[in-house]
């Protein structure tokens, strides 16, 4: 016994030692609940990293939502601990893993929205629209709306817009709202169009255009947002529990298709939902949410505050303006008349002057700006605008973009490198759109659509996405269009435009590290290195083995975000 202790009695030291016992009890149990959890050990796995300086690995280690160690099998083993007993881990089994997609560019509020409502993707003719509208009358009381996306008349015989004839008798008494694929048109039956009072003398509202027939009466065709809002002002909100009931679906769609990421464009009341089911340890995917370009400066200043921007899950971010149209609607805003059809050069949503004071006012405040814009001209006047806010508020790291840059002049490429611009385009749409884009602007224009590899021999950014649910989430679809710029069923023989394609290492960087990068999130994921966020998938095939013709039929056996499994299929 240690001098001082001699002559202590009993009960005071048992006493002592009890309080000294709880208080070591109790800083063990702090210590333990400061402590990172223990690691997962994903092995012997074909892990392609992304990082181009160590483009692959054999093993990793997961703690605490991140990537700890990754490497060859002995380093993982012996310097990382995951040849300690007990270490928990993941064999792979030689299986193809990489970073998670980040989905530049989506509207997970509209995919909800179409879950619940008529589908109409894929429809062959104004004849099945009919049918499916007749089978959703069925099931609804009269005077109520109905609703439904997605129809694309470049796939029926005759090609034309259809007309409220066509479904007035098959919903005399529901009113009736049915959006194009693009979501920059939408056709309505005759008791929708007088619930919204458009007849013969109602004027085309700013930016948009209520189509109308021979005889001047209108045909139910509406087209850009300003038109058909006169329509959807009139339908009723969706409550907050359909809204949530839609997004769940899309959200386990997104998880099923290897999304880790999203960048957002959605309704506010949608971004409410996202922040109920992050509460509730329920989202499957980091959601970064776009404001609306058009709110008032406080407005956008208030829920930036309110919906922050540093969350590692969701968290509020650039700014979105629609400027033009669609090619498939013939609204894209267009520097010469469209090839099919000389009386139109689309539609520029904006007056320019105003654009251009807005974007100076909103940059100042610190806004990032993402202007969609197709057209060649749109694309032109969304260059001009970013040129004059940087001469108006001077130069900073801004990272500005323009969503889809779908058409853009010979001249125009460099301007996006020398301005910084970043192009968040989407692959899967020259999939889609080569059934006809040609036919829309000519084989010299057509030149300069869908053309990443231009932009990236330019040195101008790509992030890339897939305008969900105008295309499907399926980031393979665009890897295919990358690759092969050929139709789903193959051809045409080399592809269409073919000096465009390009490396599928160069796609997934645009869909990864490029997506990262457009949102300021550089170094935090992309790729799969030490530091960055676990999210990862592991799918069926490896991609770098396999023909491209195959990248579609790749299946996702599980999505890891945050070290958290989100899909495990089979």
């Given at each position: ?34 402590r ?50 007990g ?66 008349h ?33 056709v ?25 027939d ?13 038109a ?13 529990e ?64 309110q ?34 059809d000389?009386?139109?050069t ?23 700006l ?13 260059l ?44 899967s ?23 990443w ?35 789903p ?82």
């Amino acid at each position: 016994m240690r001098k001082g202790t001699i002559g202590v009695r009993p009960a005071v030291f048992c006493f002592t030692l009890a309080v000294a016992m709880w208080a070591s009890a109790a800083r063990e149990n702090s210590y333990a609940q400061e402590r990172p959890k223990a690691a997962v050990f994903y092995m012997h796995g074909r892990i392609y990293t992304n990082d181009p300086a160590s483009p692959w690995a054999e093993a990793m280690a997961v703690a605490d939502g991140k990537i700890t160690c990754i490497g060859k099998m002995a380093h993982v083993l012996l310097d990382c601990g995951g040849s300690q007993e007990g270490a928990e881990t993941v064999p792979l089994h030689e299986q193809f893993v990489m970073p998670g997609f980040n989905d530049a560019h989506v509207h997970l509020g509209s995919a909800g929205a179409d879950a619940l409502s008529v589908e109409l993707r894929g429809v062959t003719s104004p004849q099945e629209m009919q049918k499916r509208v007749a089978e959703a009358v069925a099931h609804h009381k009269e005077g109520e709306w109905i609703t439904g996306s997605g129809w694309d008349h470049t796939l029926w015989p005759d090609k034309r817009f259809p007309n409220h004839q066509q479904l007035d008798p098959v919903a005399p008494k529901n009113p009736v709202l049915l959006t194009h694929i693009s979501g920059h048109v939408a056709v309505a039956n005759s008791l929708a169009l007088k619930i919204a009072e458009i007849d013969k003398s109602t004027p085309n509202p700013p930016g948009g255009e209520i189509e109308h027939d021979g005889l001047g009466e209108p045909t139910g065709m509406l087209k850009e947002d300003t038109a058909m809002a006169l329509v959807r002002v009139r339908i009723p909100d969706p409550s907050m529990e359909e809204r949530r009931r839609g997004i769940e679906i899309v959200l386990q769609n997104v998880a099923r298709n290897g999304v880790t990421s999203v960048q957002d464009n959605s309704a506010w009341e949608d971004f409410q939902v996202y922040q109920e089911l992050k509460e509730e340890g329920k989202l499957t995917a980091r959601i970064t949410e776009w404001l609306h370009f058009n709110d008032s400066l406080d407005d956008l200043q208030n829920r930036r505050a309110q919906g922050g921007t540093t969350d590692l899950w969701l968290k509020t971010g650039a700014l979105k303006a629609v400027t033009d149209g669609a090619l498939g609607s013939r609204t894209a805003a267009m520097l010469e008349p469209y090839s099919d059809d000389p009386s139109a050069t689309g539609i520029f949503t904006y007056d320019r002057d105003k654009l251009r004071a807005m974007a100076i006012e909103r940059d100042k405040a610190g806004f990032q700006l993402n202007f969609h814009a197709i057209g060649d001209r749109a694309n032109r006047i969304c260059l001009d605008v970013f040129q004059a806010v940087v001469k108006a508020n001077g130069r900073r790291d801004r990272r500005d973009r323009i969503e889809h840059a779908q058409v853009v002049a010979p001249t125009d490429f460099k301007r996006f490198a020398e301005l910084k611009v970043i192009a968040s385009m989407q692959p899967s749409h020259q999939t889609t759109d080569m059934r006809w884009a040609e036919d829309r602007i000519g084989s010299e224009r057509i030149k300069g659509a869908y053309a990443w590899n231009t932009m990236l021999k330019n040195g101008v950014s790509l992030a890339f996405g897939t305008d969900y649910p105008v295309e499907p989430i399926s980031p393979f679809r665009g890897l295919y269009a990358c690759v092969t710029r050929e139709r789903p069923e193959g051809g045409p023989r080399k592809g269409w435009e073919p000096q465009e394609k390009i490396s599928l290492e160069d796609c997934i960087r645009a869909y990864t590290s490029g997506s990262a990068y457009a949102q300021f999130e550089e170094g935090k994921k992309g790729e799969l290195r030490v530091g960055e966020y676990a999210d990862f998938l592991i799918l069926s095939d490896e991609l770098t083995k396999i023909p491209p013709s195959q990248y579609t039929k790749v299946r996702v056996l599980r999505t890891v975000v945050g070290g958290k499994t989100m899909y495990q299929g089979n």
